[in-house]
């Protein structure tokens, strides 16, 4: 205050000095806004992550039987108690091809219904994509249907599956019955529902499963309790929360929050000298 009202004489300590503490606040403000902006992202992005992803995912080496048994017999009280519902779902990668179109895709088996009950995405019927028809019924991502084009009603799925012979099986046609969005382009142009029962059809696997997933009430929990279940669920079990599955994402956020951060401490520091 002192040299903001200095003599006519310093008028040019007065503006130097106004200009610094303008300077600071201008710094000050940035570094407020660009964490709240990178803050947000990230809060937006935890959320389209739990549209399309569990809490937790309890997988095996192999093919799991008896999922409902293995949930009410094996997972402590406590959990099932945070537990919101669970869901055993097959989970393949295999091929797309549809007319010149040829990449990976990954199919998920599941039961619709629970799925869309447990989850807070919506997976939707189409009127005038594949009715009828006797193919399996295939769901597919809002951004691979635009990809492929709003008329088209099947597409050919190829599975690196190997038969006695030694031979690679040939592609399997399947309609799009429907969409889902999740909020995420990766997802919602990699991804495709298939239901269960198709899919263990499909892939020759009974009754069995590849992977539970479990829904609790509050998601950030979920690392506390693969850290619990990890004492419980030796090999050939494993158990992944959320945040495992998207490691890398979520340190790239973080990486880019901290960067942000000593940008704009610097810049600060600056108008502050």
Do not use: C
């Amino acid at each position: 205050i002192r040299f903001l009202r200095s003599e006519r004489s310093d008028r040019f300590l007065s503006a130097t000095t106004l200009v610094a503490v303008a300077g600071m606040a201008f710094g000050v403000a940035a570094l407020f806004i660009s964490l709240s902006v990178i803050q947000g992202f990230q809060s937006a992005y935890k959320d389209s992550l739990l549209k399309f992803n569990s809490h937790l995912v309890l997988t095996k080496a192999d093919e799991m039987e008896n999922p409902s048994d293995l949930v009410e017999r094996r997972l402590p009280a406590a959990l099932r108690e945070e537990m919101i519902g669970g869901n055993p779902f097959i989970y393949r990668e295999g091929m797309m091809i549809s007319g010149v179109e040829l990449r990976g895709i990954v199919v998920k088996g599941v039961d619709l219904e629970k799925f869309g009950n447990l989850s807070s995405m919506k997976i939707v019927s189409r009127p005038g994509l594949g009715k009828g028809g006797v193919l399996p019924p295939l769901f597919l991502g809002k951004d691979l249907i635009r990809r492929l084009g709003e008329s088209t009603s099947e597409i050919r799925l190829l599975f690196p599956r190997t038969s006695k012979k030694g031979e690679i099986g040939s592609p399997r046609r399947f309609r799009i019955v429907g969409m889902f969005e999740s909020g995420l382009f990766e997802y919602d142009n990699n991804f495709a529902f298939l239901p269960l029962s198709e899919a263990q059809k499909l892939f020759q696997m009974g009754k069995k499963v590849s992977r539970i997933e479990l829904w609790l009430k509050d998601p950030d929990r979920a690392p506390y309790w693969v850290e619990k279940l990890q004492k419980d669920f030796e090999f050939p079990y494993v158990v992944m929360s959320w945040r495992n599955i998207n490691e890398n994402l979520f340190k790239a956020l973080e990486i880019e929050k901290l960067v942000f951060f000593i940008l704009m401490f610097v810049l600060t520091a600056v108008a502050s000298l």
